[in-house]
Nanobody, 122 residues
Framework: VQLQASGGGLVQPGGSLRLSCAAS????????IGWFRQAPGKERVFVAN????????HYADFVMGRFTISRDNAKNTAYLQMNGLKSEDTARYFC????????????????WGHGTQVTVSS
């Protein structure tokens, strides 16, 4: 089971990025997907999650209305579209997977990618 997050980079405030989370070694449609982020010196925090069939999504309050989580099970990939980026969104973003119901608790996800760095700066 492997997850590979990509799509991070340097972007100016107000800009957009789309992160991808590609799965290999398993069929992602059997797994809920979560996105989390961690800034230097801070704890890992929940950003968004999506159920196996994409019928249910949840977001952290600080990204509500700016970020959108989605998935394409045919491509074995999940996405995080990030618009209206702010400097405080700067962090390393991780995707994670679990067989059970999606949850914002990162400790309950057994499968993780290495993350992708997002830096928002002018």
């Amino acid at each position: 089971v492997q997850l590979q997050a990509s799509g991070g980079g340097l972007v100016q405030p107000g800009g957009s990025l789309r992160l991808s989370c590609a799965a290999s070694g398993f069929t992602v449609d059997e797994y809920a997907i979560g996105w989390f982020r961690q800034a230097p010196g801070k704890e890992r925090v929940f950003v968004a999650n999506i159920s196996t069939d994409a019928g249910s999504t949840h977001y952290a309050d600080f990204v509500m209305g700016r970020f959108t989580i989605s998935r394409d099970n045919a491509k074995n990939t999940a996405y995080l579209q990030m618009n209206g980026l702010k400097s405080e969104d700067t962090a390393r973003y991780f995707c994670a997977a679990r067989v059970e119901k999606a949850t914002p608790d990162w400790t309950l996800y057994p499968y993780w990618g290495h993350g992708t760095q997002v830096t928002v700066s002018s």
